[in-house]
């Protein structure tokens, strides 16, 4: 699998009840335990101060990563992602 740093800024549409959010929010908190043991969500940071993530993601290819992993997110539709694919650098100190 490759990997992916993948930058997701969510905004919630204006109007939205609270409801929808917090079911949203419950449901994406599954789906992320479901991804972790998948092996697909590998790290996942936030700054701080911010409400964005940031995150260490796999998956076969991009196309694979946005169709099948991403885009299985429940809070997905208002998501925004950057997505930067890596590879280990030769002087990757975890590779030591």
């Known amino acids: 699998m490759r990997e992916f740093i993948v930058e997701i800024t969510t ?3 204006d ?3 609270q409801s ?4 949203r929010r419950a449901a994406e908190a599954v789906r992320a335990g479901e991804l972790t043991t998948s092996g697909n969500l590998v790290r996942l940071w936030r700054p701080v101060g ?14 694979d990563l946005h169709a099948h992993v991403l885009g299985t997110l429940p809070l997905s ?5 950057d997505v930067t694919a890596v590879q280990p650098h030769p002087n990757d100190p975890g590779r030591l």
């Open 20 to 23: 929808e959010v917090d079911s």
């Open 50 to 63: 911010e409400l964005r993530s940031i995150g260490l993601w796999r998956a076969e290819d991009e196309a």
């Open 11 to 13: 905004t919630i549409p």
């Open 77 to 81: 539709p208002w998501m925004k992602f």
């Open 15 to 17: 109007g939205t009840p």
